[in-house]
């Protein structure tokens, strides 16, 4: 099994023009090297081919506002979270490159399934490249509300928590210590009048979200 063989088993797609899925598989360090085509213009379109299913997908099965609904796609759509599906798929592993070039960068890997997604996209249709997504992406509501629980920022979501619980919260500043240009903060996060968590920023704000991290942390809540 060569590989592309490999590529379209593990993602579920045979490919009608098998040149389009090996130039979505070429990075641009062999692309210069062999004088051909590299994945640069398939992962173009296969960006916006996914943002567009992922979009749909939020739309029409969550009740949220337009700033979560864009965060959640955010989420959906990251480095982090498409690099890792371009190494479950095994696309990492049979990417053509540059020898020299040894490791791929996160950014690489993502852009690795976006090309791939484009080259589904042109191949076989929107149809196509959309059950790779739903697959592969959105997996299911309970991943969808997973990650878009992953999406919050650690204030809004333990602020969210303590509204539930009808509880009084509220960050108070405690210290600053450095000069002007290079201050320490320190900031506590007090519910119900009692500082439950403390921690140091070199900003208010970021000292708040170590805060709410924290605290999130001692209720069993990971982020």
């Not at 939020?58 to 982090?80: A, C, K, P």
């Not at 997973?146 to 969210?160: A, N």
């Not at 009808?166 to 108070?172: I, Q, W």
């Not at 704000?205 to 170590?210: D, G, N, R, V």
């Amino acid at each position: 099994m060569n590989n592309l063989e490999v590529v379209e088993q593990a993602i579920g797609y045979k490919f009608n023009n098998a040149n389009l899925l090996l130039e979505a598989l070429t990075h641009i360090s062999y692309a210069n090297e062999s004088h051909v085509g590299s994945y640069d213009r398939l992962e173009y379109l296969g960006d916006a081919v996914i943002e567009l299913v992922v979009s749909d997908y939020i739309y029409h099965n969550l009740e949220i506002d337009s700033g979560l609904m864009s965060r959640l796609r955010s989420t959906l759509v990251s480095t982090d979270y498409l690099s890792n599906i371009a190494q479950d798929l095994t696309l990492v592993d049979n990417v053509l490159k540059a020898k020299s070039l040894r490791v791929l960068s996160k950014k690489n890997q993502a852009d690795l399934f976006e090309s791939v997604i484009g080259a589904v996209y042109i191949d076989g249709g929107l149809g196509k490249a959309k059950e790779i997504i739903d697959k592969f992406v959105i997996i299911n509501k309970e991943n969808v509300e997973y990650m878009l629980g992953r999406s919050i920022d650690p204030k809004t979501r333990l602020q969210e928590l303590l509204q539930a619980e009808s509880k009084t919260f509220g960050y108070e500043l405690l210290s600053s210590v450095g000069l002007d240009h290079d201050k320490t903060f320190s900031v506590g996060l007090m519910v119900d009048g009692v500082q439950v968590v403390s921690a140091k920023g070199k900003s208010i704000q970021l000292a708040e979200e170590k805060c709410a991290s924290e605290y999130l942390k001692i209720l069993g809540i990971i982020i």
